[in-house]
């Protein structure tokens, strides 16, 4: 079993930026590709990034490449979403996830409650 528990999140003007923090739960940690989606209201969640266990693959959504860094710290169980040149559309609740792999993280086995991330124009 693994918790998940997401920080970070705020209201920010266009163009700052913010860290978002994933603390995971369990001594596992390392075997878990770990991922960030967002959900803006009246839309279906989406993939914004994600991360093997090791931290040596990464995998991004077109709309935050160049933008939007994951990095984690097996050590501290923990996964950070680092969110530059932000822009109101990027406004929603951002949801951490760990799956098996990279390849199945749309149907990850863990779900965090969500930070509100909010980008004002």
């Known amino acids: 079993q693994v918790q998940l528990v997401e920080s970070g999140g705020g209201l920010v003007q266009a163009g700052g930026s913010l860290r978002l923090s994933c603390a995971a739960s369990?001594?596992?940690?390392?075997?878990?590709?770990m991922g960030w989606f967002r959900q803006a209201p009246g839309k279906e969640r989406e993939f914004v990034v994600a991360i093997s266990g090791s931290g040596g693959n990464t995998d991004y959504a077109d709309s935050v490449k160049g933008r939007f860094t994951i990095s984690r710290d097996n050590a501290k169980n923990t996964v950070y979403l680092q969110m530059n040149s932000l822009k109101p559309e990027d406004t929603a609740v951002y949801y951490c996830a760990a799956a098996n792999q990279l390849a199945t993280m749309w149907t990850a086995d863990y779900w965090g409650q969500g930070t509100q991330v909010t980008v004002s124009s």
């Open positions: 369990g001594r596992t940690f390392s075997r878990y590709a």
